[in-house]
């Protein structure tokens, strides 16, 4: 994908550390989401974002998850005092936000927390 | 809450042969379908999608079709190729504000093996 940039591509964190995964969209794209995948299960929507705003953050879980994207720099999620839980791939898409334009995804950022 | 669903875990398929990948969807709300292709240790890559005034979108080997009375579609994969084993996702979405596609709904995938 040479397309949407995410880093890092593996983490390791301890149980209470702070995990910050960062996600660049494919050039000319406005629009951020960030999925999270669990072993043997598919994709889960988690937030959806423009510049500088968040447009749906239903699938985030309420407390410890954050996730920004400023009007300069890469979309970040961060996720506080991670537990064993959290552990799991997380992948950034981009998109034009335009009709019938799909989602382009990164190569994700693997998780693991001892 | 599986909006989306791919009862099939595994399809395994000879080289050259046709592969039919399926998929169910209950929001009657969905407005555009999309598979993906996903290798181990990398990121889902968009494959063809077809939107519900259609019933059936072409890309060359890979074709879609859309059954929304049955709320159904599949993907065909004519002539199936090695290269073509990966596991294969099933996404479903709506407008977000009549214009912006919103989130992706997946389904769990299908392995799909295709052997010489």
């Known amino acids: 994908n040479a397309g949407v940039m995410q880093n890092p591509r593996h983490l390791v964190r301890r149980r209470g550390q702070e995990a910050r995964l960062r996600c660049s969209p494919m050039?000319?794209?406005?629009?951020v989401y960030w999925y999270r995948q669990l072993p043997e299960e598919g994709l889960k929507f988690m937030v959806y974002?423009?510049?500088?705003?968040?447009?749906?953050e239903s699938g985030m879980p309420k407390e410890r998850f954050s996730a920004e994207f400023p009007k300069e720099g890469p979309s970040i999620l961060r996720i506080q005092q991670v537990v064993r839980g959290d552990s799991a791939a997380y992948f950034c898409?981009?998109?034009?936000?335009?009709?019938?334009?799909?989602?382009?995804f990164g190569d994700g950022t693997r998780l693991s927390i001892l | 809450d599986q909006q989306v669903k791919q009862n099939s875990p595994s399809l395994s398929v000879q080289e050259g042969r046709i592969s039919i990948l399926n998929c169910d969807y209950t929001?009657?709300?969905?407005?555009?379908f999309l598979w993906y292709k996903k290798y181990p240790a990398e990121g889902p890559t968009f494959l063809i999608s077809?939107?519900?005034?259609?019933d059936k979108n072409e890309d060359g080997r890979f074709t879609v079709f859309l059954n929304k009375s049955a709320k159904h579609l599949s993907l065909h994969i004519v002539p199936s190729q090695p290269g073509d084993s990966a596991v294969y996702f099933c996404?479903?979405?709506?407008?977000?504000?009549?214009?912006?596609?919103?989130?992706?709904?997946f389904g769990r995938g299908t392995q799909l093996t295709v052997w010489p």
């Open positions: 050039k000319g794209h406005s629009h």
């Open positions: 974002l423009q510049k500088e705003n968040i447009i749906d």
């Open positions: 898409a981009s998109s034009q936000g335009m009709s019938n334009q799909p989602q382009h």
């Open positions: 929001n009657s709300m969905f407005d555009y």
């Open positions: 077809i939107s519900s005034i259609k």
């Open positions: 996404a479903a979405s709506e407008y977000d504000r009549g214009s912006t596609l919103g989130r992706l709904y």
